[in-house]
């Protein structure tokens, strides 16, 4: 359950973002496409939301890489592709892979070493 706080919150986060989206031209693309994405995010269900909001992009893509490792794709000492090909791969931006990629690293799932990562 929400609380009528965080419904308020919603709404008027929501409502800032269409009236930003709303000027068109006069913003930049970047932020344009930034608006339109966390938009998106608000509309998810809840139930998907961790403790601080709506799930990041980078965190996905963080649970496809390891499920993929768990799966056996690539071996403990195996390179793992780069930042980019996960960004093709999902969908992307290499911003965002590369932050997932960190994250596993963060984990200790993955190590960095000579200038790549490596599945421990």
């Known amino acids: 359950m929400t609380t009528i706080q965080e419904d308020r919150a919603i709404a008027e986060l929501a409502w800032l973002a269409n009236t930003?989206?709303?000027?068109?031209?006069?913003?930049p693309d970047s932020l344009a496409v930034m608006l339109r994405a966390y938009k998106a995010e608000l509309q998810q269900p809840r139930e998907k939301w961790g403790a601080?909001?709506?799930?990041?992009?980078?965190?996905?893509?963080?649970?496809?890489?390891?499920?993929?490792?768990?799966?056996?794709?690539?071996?403990?000492?195996?390179?793992?592709?780069?930042?980019?090909?996960?960004?093709?791969?999902?969908?992307?931006?290499?911003?965002?892979?590369?932050?997932?990629?960190?994250?596993l690293a963060l984990k200790g799932v993955l190590v960095f070493e000579r200038r790549a990562y490596y599945v421990t």
Request: aromatic share 10%.
């Open 20 to 27: 930003m989206l709303s000027y068109g031209p006069l913003i």
């Open 52 to 103: 601080f909001g709506p799930p990041h992009r980078y965190g996905e893509i963080a649970e496809l890489i390891e499920q993929r490792i768990k799966d056996g794709e690539w071996a403990p000492g195996t390179r793992i592709p780069s930042a980019d090909v996960f960004a093709e791969t999902y969908g992307s931006s290499g911003r965002t892979a590369a932050r997932a990629i960190h994250m």
